[in-house]
């Protein structure tokens, strides 16, 4: 099936099998490799990204229910050779990551989460970030990142 979308800010057409999911598009067909697959059940959120502005697992879509839809991934978040989105910089300077499996698919939730709620409190913070799992750290510093980005003003 021929697929039409926009990547990053990119129009990008291709003929896809139509049982392929929309994070092996991401990955294999694009070379985006940012989006991880991590459970292949759709509980863990490192394939998260954002589509039509929501934040969505990846892996839950076949890329032809994508079709004339916009994809934001990592790499879309910040220019390459730029600097870092906000959501980014908060998670370095909170270092809100260890192993980085899971951040991908964190910061993309955590920019939606901000885009709807540009001041959240702690409790609202990890309830926007739940269905994405770290096995690393614990939490408290991602949460801090998050904070940290919301008091910043980070809407987008």
Avoid: W
């Avoid at 990551?97 to 540009?118: D, H, I, K, R, S």
């Amino acid at each position: 099936m021929r697929l039409s979308v926009t990547v990053n800010g990119a129009s990008v057409e291709r003929d896809v099998e139509p049982r392929t999911l929309l994070v092996d598009f991401i990955r294999d067909e694009l070379g985006l490799t940012g989006t991880n697959i991590g459970c292949d059940t759709s509980q863990c959120g490192a394939c998260t990204i954002q589509l039509d502005g929501a934040a969505v697992k990846s892996c839950t879509l076949l890329a032809v229910q994508a079709e004339g839809s916009s994809i934001t991934t990592i790499e879309g978040l910040a220019p390459a050779g730029g600097e870092l989105h906000p959501v980014q910089r908060a998670f370095h300077e909170e270092h809100g990551l260890q192993c980085g499996f899971c951040t991908p698919g964190m910061v993309m939730t955590a920019v939606a989460l901000l885009e709807q709620n540009p001041d959240p409190t702690d409790a609202e913070i990890r309830s926007g970030l739940d269905g994405n799992l770290c096995r690393c750290t614990g939490y408290e510093n991602i949460v801090r990142a998050v904070r940290r980005a919301a008091e910043a003003g980070v809407t987008a």
